[in-house]
């Protein structure tokens, strides 16, 4: 247990339609980071949160959004899905700049 | 920007073999992490190297950092099967790691 804990493990839903990822980052790490990991693809930077704050941007669609709340847990949401949405979601907190990133287990979702 | 490369992508070799990967940044950076990933799996840091010159291992693999030549390798000793998986460098740009695209790697027996 790496101590990022990530919900769902998996989800399938249907096109169109809006899912929420939840992530509780290790505790005390303050910043929060999403990833995206397309079969057999390498990893795509999301977005960044420290402390509740937005602090970096990747290649995040339109219709992804993302926050973190007080507690530092952070949900990625994802609407209006297609079948190309269809990935492993990795969340990664880290204790502070230059700290590596620690990984959750990941939410794999399918798109139908 | 820091781009960061790998090389190669892909890796079949056979047990009992050495190898090494390479990972190539566009620009300064002073501290690079090794992760290892598992088909399906999460990532999992393997080293941290914070130094020019720093030397990490364990079992079978040893990392190293070159800052001059923005370069770190990751060699493989008698590889073995458990070794099979995807291998990524990340170095530090500003605040931030930027991930390569990862080395897929299978020891054949």
């Known amino acids: 247990d790496s101590g990022v804990t990530q919900t769902p493990k998996h989800l399938i839903t249907a096109t169109g339609q809006r899912v929420t990822l939840r992530c509780s980052p290790r505790?005390?790490?303050?910043?929060v980071y999403w990833y995206q990991q397309s079969l057999d693809q390498g990893l795509q930077f999301l977005i960044q949160y420290y402390n509740g704050e937005e602090r970096a941007k990747g290649n995040i669609l339109e219709r992804f959004s993302a926050q973190q709340f007080p507690d530092l847990h952070s949900e990625l949401n994802l609407s209006s899905l297609e079948l190309g949405d269809s990935a492993l979601y990795f969340c990664?907190?880290?204790?502070?700049?230059?700290?590596?990133?620690?990984f959750g287990s990941g939410t794999r979702l399918t798109v139908v | 920007e820091l781009k960061v490369e790998q090389n190669p992508l892909f890796l079949s070799m056979q047990e009992g073999k050495n190898y090494t990967i390479y990972c190539n940044y566009s620009?300064?950076?002073?501290?690079l992490y090794w992760y290892r990933q598992d088909p399906g799996k999460s990532l999992e840091s393997l080293f941290v190297l914070l130094s020019n010159g720093a030397v990490k291992q364990e079992g079978r693999l040893m990392a190293s950092l070159d800052t001059k030549a923005r370069l770190s390798t990751l060699h493989i000793t008698a590889a073995v099967h458990d070794l099979s998986a995807t291998y990524f460098c990340?170095?530090?740009?500003?605040?931030?790691?930027?991930f390569g695209p990862g080395t897929r790697l299978s020891v054949l027996p």
């Open positions: 990340a170095a530090l740009y500003g605040q931030n790691f930027v």
């Open positions: 620009t300064t950076s002073d501290r």
């Open positions: 505790s005390g790490d303050l910043s």
């Open positions: 990664a907190s880290s204790a502070g700049t230059g700290l590596g990133y620690t």
